[in-house]
């Protein structure tokens, strides 16, 4: 456990994330049908059209399924793929199992041969391997008597824990990335793109997953306060809000589970367009500024 560093003083996290904001979030329209909207986003970026999805909701949902259940998924399968691989794969295993009249459930899944199933999500890499994990996954959630005896009933440390030793392919970052988007538990995702920004501004260990993420926990603690975190919370619709507060957390954790997911989604489309230099150069512009404002 890493315990002895100290976010950098000469880093300021809010302005960090209010330029992520900027470059990168698309605005909800306040009059509009948001699922509707949300699935054109998708189609849109899956055409080339668009370049981002909104960052307050940007994990795409495809299924009418347990979104955290799919949200696994998701993970298990964007290992080493881009995203748009991985929706080819929801694609296709979603018109097999309705084809078969099977639902997107553990149960549903596991009906699909590790051969056939490895066939529909051939578009990712190591296509055999991943059947095989997310198999295994299901296999491992059918113990449970629910989807919310798993995602809502256990605490979050157990969860992570039953992940790792569930042996289905959930690595560190791929845990985290379950708890803060399915399980909503606020916790950083220190994955690569944020281990890179953290070296490209001189952080020393930045590349250690522990000592990441230690970093942003703590220079989030520093540099945000209470009225930052209530205008994070009050710039989310109420549509918006049950699209990604998916596991009912408790009302005090909301707006830092918010305020990581957005923070995470910016880092990585930050790393998608590959724009570094440019993004350093903003950084070290508005770092010597007086204290910036979280725009609602």
């Not at 003083?9 to 909800?28: A, C, G, H, Q, Y």
């Not at 998924?73 to 097999?96: D, E, P, S």
């Not at 999500?121 to 299901?138: D, G, H, N, T």
């Not at 880092?267 to 007086?290: H, M, N, T, Y």
Request: glycine share 4%; charged share 30%.
């Amino acid at each position: 456990m890493v315990t002895d560093v100290k976010p950098p003083r000469w880093i300021n996290f809010k302005s960090i994330f209010i330029l992520l904001r900027e470059w990168f979030d698309v605005p909800t329209p306040s009059k509009t049908d948001f699922h509707r909207w949300r699935r054109e986003l998708s189609d849109k970026i899956e055409k080339g059209e668009l370049t981002n999805l909104p960052l307050k909701t940007w994990w795409p949902k495809y299924s009418d399924g347990d979104f955290r259940f799919e949200l696994c998924i998701g993970i298990l399968l964007v290992h080493q793929v881009t995203w748009r691989q991985v929706t080819t794969c929801f694609r296709n295993v979603l018109a097999h199992l309705e084809r078969n009249k099977m639902p997107f459930t553990p149960e549903g899944l596991l009906s699909i041969p590790v051969d056939e199933l490895a066939g529909l999500i051939r578009a990712s890499r190591y296509a055999r391997q991943k059947a095989k994990r997310i198999r295994k996954f299901c296999d491992f959630l059918r113990q449970y008597q629910s989807l919310d005896a798993f995602f809502h009933e256990l605490p979050a440390n157990e969860l992570d824990e039953l992940l790792l030793k569930s042996k289905s392919g959930f690595g560190k970052e791929s845990r985290d990335t379950v708890l803060l988007y399915a399980v909503n538990s606020p916790v950083f995702i220190a994955d690569a793109y944020s281990r890179k920004l953290l070296t490209l501004l001189d952080v020393p260990d930045a590349a250690n997953y522990a000592t990441c993420q230690k970093i942003f926990h703590d220079g989030i603690e520093r540099d945000f306060d209470a009225d930052d975190l209530l205008d994070i919370l009050n710039s989310y619709s109420r549509q918006e809000l049950d699209y990604v507060l998916i596991n009912r957390p408790q009302r005090q954790l909301v707006p830092k589970i918010l305020l990581y997911q957005m923070y995470h989604a910016g880092i990585v489309e930050l790393g998608i367009s590959k724009r570094w230099d440019e993004f350093l150069r903003a950084c070290k512009d508005i770092q010597p500024q007086g204290e910036p404002k979280i725009k609602r």
